[in-house]
């Protein structure tokens, strides 16, 4: 097989598009989800404490992945958890769920399955009548993505 210097200068062009667009989409993705943390804790502090986030360290299909979160709260008509958003780190849209929650519902607490398409950190915001924002986090380990038939 002859190799020439137009096939060479193709072919490189070629995997430095790939490399490229590849590495956009990564970025987009990460400028995405800061937007979505910042939009959420609307400029509070975010501490790390009060939020239980269970999720499985390794899921073997991304399709359906559990996910259950627990906000430490009195639930009382001052002191009470407003919403929880579920972020995600790897997919192309962060935002995978919203949870809202008034002094009525007792505790805040919730399950859901979600859909994860890489190894990424899975996010839990939780925001207070009182303003305070707080954080938990877990990596997760997916085997089989899941939005190979998107």
């Known amino acids: ?9 193709t072919a490189t062009a070629g995997a430095a598009a790939a490399a490229f667009f590849g590495q956009r989409d990564v970025f987009a993705g990460t ?11 609307e400029g509070q502090r975010i501490e790390d404490e009060t939020v239980v986030l269970k999720v499985p360290e390794i899921a073997e299909d991304g399709n359906s992945v559990p996910v259950s979160i627990f906000v430490n709260s009195p639930m009382t008509e001052y002191d009470y958890v407003e919403s929880v958003v579920l972020l995600s780190s790897g997919n192309k849209q962060p935002n995978v769920a919203t949870f809202h929650f008034s002094p009525l519902s007792g505790f805040a607490s919730a399950s859901t399955n979600i859909r994860l398409e890489q190894t ?21 380990k997916v085997a089989l993505g899941g939005f190979d038939d998107w």
């Open 1 to 9: 097989m002859h190799v020439t210097r137009r096939k060479v200068l």
């Open 120 to 140: 990424q950190d899975v996010i839990a915001l939780a925001r207070l009548s009182n303003g305070r924002v707080f954080k938990a986090s877990k990596t997760v």
């Open 31 to 41: 400028v995405q989800l800061e937007q979505a943390i910042k939009q959420f804790s």
